[in-house]
């Protein structure tokens, strides 16, 4: 059985910090890419990070980029997500993510694995 359990959210003050983890079960995690999704109250799901299998490439949203660092640690089965310089429209459910396919994946309709999501509140 395939999960994805996603934890490390909270509350933080802007330009605080946190970091998220997922951990995978149930396929092998180092043949898939992972990856951070994000849905803020009243939008639609889109795209935070992603870091390939095999070369371990990352991309980044514009929106988070030099601010967010996605790593993962295959022997642990464990994705992060390390979040700092948190602002306020940070504030979203955080879910990861599993998909087959390599390079740029942002797209939610290429992925097949769903975590449940942890909540992010960001205060100002």
């Known amino acids: 059985q395939v999960q994805l359990v996603e934890s490390g959210g909270g509350l933080v003050q802007a330009g605080g910090s946190l970091r998220l983890s997922c951990a995978a079960s149930?396929?092998?995690?180092?043949?898939?890419?992972m990856a951070w999704f994000r849905q803020g109250p009243g939008k639609e799901r889109e795209f935070v990070a992603n870091?390939?299998?095999?070369?371990?490439?990352?991309y980044y949203a514009d929106s988070v980029k030099g601010r967010f660092t996605i790593s993962r640690d295959n022997a642990k089965n464990t994705v992060y997500l390390q979040m700092n310089s948190l602002k306020p429209e940070d504030t979203a459910v955080y879910y990861c993510?599993?998909?087959?396919?390599?390079?740029?994946?942002?797209?939610?309709?290429?992925?097949?694995?769903w975590g449940q999501g942890t909540q992010v509140t960001v205060s100002s």
């Open positions: 993510a599993a998909s087959r396919r390599l390079g740029v994946v942002t797209s939610t309709f290429h992925f097949d694995y």
């Open positions: 149930g396929f092998t995690f180092s043949s898939y890419t």
């Open positions: 870091t390939n299998w095999g070369s371990g490439s990352t």
